[in-house]
């Protein structure tokens, strides 16, 4: 049974900004160590966070905005087929969790979609 659904968007242009304003501040504060070391230092680094950041988005609407939250207790890793995938830490920690990625025109999107018991 679905017990919550999450999208959002994320202008790819606007995180590379972020991240030329604020730095390593800004990305050591949202993000896990392994998403930095995915996204790297390539081109590709404000594309790949700017998909991870949606998902952090996503996943806190699907959960309804749970206080206690921290950026970093959403991580976005990926399977052994490659597919993204959720891990939740501390307050949020949950299993049943499905997550999609894309992005295309300059926009990063991410579609998160929670399961539970029936």
Known sequence: MIVGIGIDVCPIERMAGIIERHGEVFTGRVFTPTELAYAGTSRARPERLAARFAA???TIKA???PSGMHWKDIAV???PSGAPCLRLHGVMEREAMHLTLTHAGGIAVAVVVLEGAD
């Open 77 to 79: 890793e990926k399977e």
């Open 63 to 65: 959960l309804g905005a």
């Open 56 to 58: 952090k988005e996503a």
